[in-house]
């Protein structure tokens, strides 16, 4: 069983920014693809950003460059980076961890989720 916890969320004003964490712990065997996704309210959940194990990154197209995902592969962690924060990104901010348990079969697990406001 793999626990998946986000943490750095908060509140800022637009044009602020704001760093996520995320850390994967427990009988860990083999993660692949770290990723963010964020649900605004009355909305469904969006992929914000993903990142390979070899560090390929790949971002929904409203990010416009204002974030960047990072990972640390021996630490089991991915961090986002958010710039040039606008209120439509605010939302609740999920940390999803794949794990390939043999080839062929993964097994997706979810952080609780921090919230994310941005607001003058």
């Known amino acids: 069983q793999v626990q998946v916890v986000e943490s750095g969320g908060g509140l800022v004003q637009p044009g602020g920014s704001l760093r996520l964490s995320c850390a994967a712990s427990g009988s860990i065997f083999n993660i692949n693809t770290m990723a963010w996704y964020r649900q605004a309210p009355g909305k469904e959940r969006e992929l914000v950003a993903t990142?390979?194990?070899?560090?390929?990154?790949d971002y929904g197209d409203f990010v416009e460059g204002r974030f960047a995902i990072s990972r640390d592969n021996a630490k089991n962690t991915v961090n986002l980076q958010m710039n040039r924060l606008q209120p439509e990104d605010t939302g609740v901010y999920y940390c999803?961890?794949?794990?390939?348990?043999?080839?062929?079969?993964?097994?997706?697990?979810w952080g609780q989720g921090t919230q994310v406001t941005v607001s003058s």
């Open positions: 999803n961890v794949v794990e390939m348990v043999v080839a062929g079969l993964e097994i997706d697990y």
């Open positions: 990142i390979t194990p070899g560090g390929t990154a």
